[in-house]
Nanobody, 126 residues
Framework: QRQLVESGGGSVQAGGSLRLSCAAS????????MGWFRQVPGKGREGVAR???????SYADSVKGRFTISRDNAKNTLYLQMNNLKPEDTAMYYC????????????????????WGQGTQVTVSS
């Protein structure tokens, strides 16, 4: 059974850093398109970054230059390094995966992904 479990969230001050992890189990995810999304109460889930099975990454404009997505296929783990955090980055962060996505760079909508974790909260104070 596929399972994605996020960790690494927490509370930081603006300008700080956090590293999120997403441990995948029950399946070998090395061929999957994987991504990070975030959501605040009352709003839809927003794509943050995604990475294909070859390591090519795509980012939302709001996080370019500050966030880095990476994956360790040997550990079946997805990461999101978040630097220079801003209060507007405050959200619940979710990882997602799907082996059926052909063009990972274009998969910016949550509906493209079938497999999701439960989320980890990130809170940035000013």
């Amino acid at each position: 059974q596929r399972q994605l479990v996020e960790s690494g969230g927490g509370s930081v001050q603006a300008g700080g850093s956090l590293r999120l992890s997403c441990a995948a189990s029950g399946y070998i995810y090395s061929s999957d398109c994987m991504g990070w999304f975030r959501q605040v109460p009352g709003k839809g889930r927003e794509g943050v970054a995604r990475i294909d099975n070859g390591g090519s990454a795509s980012y939302a404009d709001s996080v370019k230059g500050r966030f880095t997505i990476s994956r360790d296929n040997a550990k079946n783990t997805l990461y999101l390094q978040m630097n220079n955090l801003k209060p507007e980055d405050t959200a619940m962060y979710y990882c997602a995966a799907d082996p059926a996505i052909k063009y990972c760079s274009a998969a910016y909508l949550p509906s493209a992904f079938r497999y999701w974790g439960q989320g980890t909260q990130v809170t940035v104070s000013s």
